[in-house]
């Protein structure tokens, strides 16, 4: 099914769609993010522009792909999970209803670390919030830290992160994700020198797995206008694109590629029949509290 595309007249906002380019954009997006979910929203948004859709204006993001993604999630024709929105959670202390249910519990989720026994220590960055949600499904299967920066992280932030690297006798492997602006690149710089500053002794190694200058020739990736108004501008070249630019499996195929090549696996393992045998001894404990309150 091809749609009329109507672009929009003032580069900001689109004109309006009739009901069948509507229903048209319906169809792909619902496609687009069940072939590659979770994503973000802005995600979702170069996704339609590279497939030709609609166009790369502010306007198609919040009249068309905001609206739409919302009115489908409502609508229940969307999974609410299949968004990744990870800048509102609570915050609740873990509680049981009793002492059974929180060792049928513990058998259920427990795990071994995985990385107690690994020659490095690795983490992963990003630079926004809403990518945690894309990232976490990798760096939760392999027992990896992810750190989020929220735009430019604050001091007690990296002071805090850097005593954790301080304390690995081991060397450290840093991955991060953000933009490339102005202001991406510079948080990506000024993080790792606040990181070496603060852990001076640390074997560190940083890396920007995205968004590079080699990723946004050889994928094409759909640049923005550069800001003039942000006070980095004049020592940037070429124009910006956004880490939501690069498609979410991509992204975590290059967080699992970054993890993995530092992974001994007969040591994972070791730990995978380790942690199996002491799950059933987790569940032999639950099924004696239970028999115990009979």
Same mark, same amino acid.
């Given at each position: ?141 392999? +027992? ?41 690149? +510079? ?28 990723? *946004? ?12 108004? +942000? ?14 630019? *690069? ?11 970054? *993890? ?35």
């Amino acid at each position: 099914m091809t749609a009329q595309r109507t672009p929009p007249t003032n580069g900001s906002r689109p004109t309006r769609r009739t009901k069948a380019d509507i229903e048209y954009l319906r169809c792909l997006l619902r496609e687009v993010v069940a072939e590659q979910q979770p994503m973000t929203v802005r995600q979702v948004f170069y996704q339609l522009v590279s497939r030709g859709a609609i166009d790369k204006t502010e306007g198609e993001y919040k009249v068309t792909v905001i609206r739409l993604l919302k009115e489908m999630r409502l609508a229940g024709t969307l999974p609410f999970g299949w968004i990744a929105d990870s800048t509102r959670w609570m915050r609740k202390p873990t509680t049981h209803s009793s002492l059974e249910g929180a060792l049928w519990q513990m058998a259920r989720f427990y795990r071994r670390a995985r990385w107690d026994e690994q020659d490095v220590y690795v983490e992963v960055w990003c630079e926004k919030d809403a990518l945690a949600g894309v990232l976490y499904d990798v760096t939760s299967e392999w +027992d990896v830290p992810l750190m989020v920066t929220r735009g430019y992280p604050s001091l007690s932030y990296l002071h805090e992160a850097s005593e954790a690297i301080a304390a690995e006798k081991r060397p450290v492997y840093l991955y991060y994700f953000g933009d490339h602006d102005p202001s991406g690149v +510079d948080i990506a710089r000024s993080t790792e020198a606040r990181l070496r500053q603060f852990a001076p002794d640390a074997e560190m190694h940083f890396e920007v797995l995205g968004v590079t200058p080699q990723q *946004i020739a050889v994928w094409s990736l759909p640049t923005r206008p550069t800001k003039q108004g +942000d006070s980095r501008y004049a020592g940037f070249r070429g124009e910006s694109v956004e880490v939501d630019a *690069i498609p979410p499996d991509t992204l975590r195929a290059l967080a699992t590629e970054a *993890i993995a090549q530092h992974v001994d696996q007969a040591v994972i393992d070791g730990l995978e029949l380790a942690e199996k045998d002491e799950r059933k001894t987790l569940r032999w404990f639950a099924r004696e509290a239970q028999e115990a309150v009979r």
